[in-house]
């Protein structure tokens, strides 16, 4: 389970489904639920904003979204599913059902590794997987050697943070179409979907790519989604620039926060689901992500994005991850400080870096301090803020 191991490995055995099947207690009897709003599972939230929260999951909720999950990715049967994603995290996203239901192959690794994942693809026949962007950053900056040529093109669904432009760009070169999902673990993992749309094709590459990093439009599982002001509870117009905070009501939302009534009730104020992420709607109906409440910057009265300085980050050829956060000042309030990680074998200055920063964004919203770090992750590639946030802090005493 080294992570820097680089030796040789042998298999640890495979075990044939239906030998499962056949070890199996004959005389055991499944029942269904008394009541399909009892509990299923419990999943903790992934700590990227504090202390992680026990999140109630119900059998009503698990079954519509394992099956939402068939019906958004047009799942055939017998797809051949990689496990780059976590089971642990919000349930696999509901995909260990998803992939039952269709009678699919699940594909498990140990290590995300870009020489893995290439070579099960390849020898497996892989059609489906999910990931965080971090796992695309994997496979598109890993060594000529690691990589193989893709035997057909591979559905890939991210989600977490925004998908960066030029990411999205580089995958659908490599043949991987990659869809863009959103949620959180308090509703089933994904229950938003950026829905493509045909006439989208004609669209200049980098528009393609803006599109595609919208957040998108409800899952047919959830009753409603929406982006309203938390204070008055009024929606917000559909004109793509006025900022509220993403909503949600339906039966893939959680039961509630394991013995945290405190929580729960805050969580659903007013009826809906806050979700803390703060976005815009536009004129179609896609929903898109401006961010965490907890990640704007205000500088001197002005609202900053950290998605947006993440994303001009990303572009730069030599940068492969970017994490933004707020940086105390005595004279704005808090100004933008950036860490970043470099590609292996690539080299960026902190000059190169704001001199491209302030060619691709608006003055006030460059960085005022470039950080070249290891950034924290969450075991699910999630960046902890919370902890560049105290680093920046530590920057400002």
């Keep these: 389970d080294d992570p820097q191991f680089t030796g040789p490995g042998e298999r640890l055995g495979t075990l044939e489904y239906e030998d499962l099947l056949a070890s199996g207690d004959p005389g055991f009897s499944w029942s269904s639920p ?8 419990l999943n903790y939230t992934s700590g990227t904003t504090g202390n992680p929260k026990g999140v109630v999951y119900h059998h009503r909720g698990a079954a519509l979204l394992a099956q939402g999950n068939v019906i958004v990715s047009s799942m055939a049967k017998h797809p051949v599913y ?3 994603l976590p089971m642990f995290h919000c349930n696999g996203w509901c995909f260990p059902w998803s992939i039952s ?23 497996e026949g892989v059609t489906h997987l999910c990931g965080a962007p971090i796992v695309m950053s994997t496979l598109l900056n890993a060594p000529p050697p690691e990589r193989k040529k893709l035997p057909h093109r591979i559905a890939f669904f991210t989600a977490a943070a925004p998908p960066p432009e030029a990411v999205l760009a580089a995958m659908k070169d490599a043949g991987f179409e990659v869809t ?18 045909s006439d989208w094709d004609l669209l200049p590459a980098a528009e393609q790519a803006a599109k595609k990093a919208r957040q998108g439009v409800r899952y047919g599982a959830l009753d409603a989604l929406t982006v309203m002001d938390p204070v008055t509870m009024a929606p917000v117009p559909a004109d793509g620039e006025s900022i509220g905070e993403v909503m949600f009501r339906g039966n893939v939302v959680m039961k509630g926060y394991l013995k945290n009534e405190r929580a729960t009730a805050e969580a659903f104020a007013g ?53 933004v956060v707020a940086k105390p000042d005595e004279k704005w309030g808090e100004t933008p ?3 970043v990680e470099l590609k292996p074998g690539m080299q960026a200055t902190t000059q190169d870096l704001l ?10 919203k460059c960085p005022r301090v470039i950080v070249f770090a290891e950034i924290p992750k969450t075991s699910t590639g999630k960046v902890q803020k919370f902890v560049l946030r105290e680093r920046a802090k530590e920057l400002s005493a």
């Design 271 to 323: 009826g809906w689901f806050h979700s803390g992420d703060l976005g815009v709607l536009h004129e179609d109906g896609y929903v898109q992500l401006k961010d965490r409440s907890k990640d704007i910057i205000i500088s001197g009265g002005e609202n900053i994005s950290s998605i947006e300085v993440e994303d001009a980050l990303f572009k730069h050829p030599a940068v492969e991850l970017a994490a």
């Design 101 to 123: 239901v269709v009678a699919g192959t699940h594909v498990c690794l140990r290590q995300v590794r870009a020489a893995a994942i290439y070579e099960l693809i390849a020898r």
């Design 34 to 41: 008394n009541d399909e709003w009892d509990a299923i599972t």
């Design 337 to 339: 400080c950036a860490f």
């Design 355 to 364: 001199e491209w920063c302030r060619k691709h964004l608006a003055r006030y």
């Design 82 to 84: 990689l496990w780059t």
């Design 180 to 197: 863009h999902l959103y949620g959180l673990t308090e509703t089933y993992g994904p229950a938003v979907v950026n829905d493509w749309q």
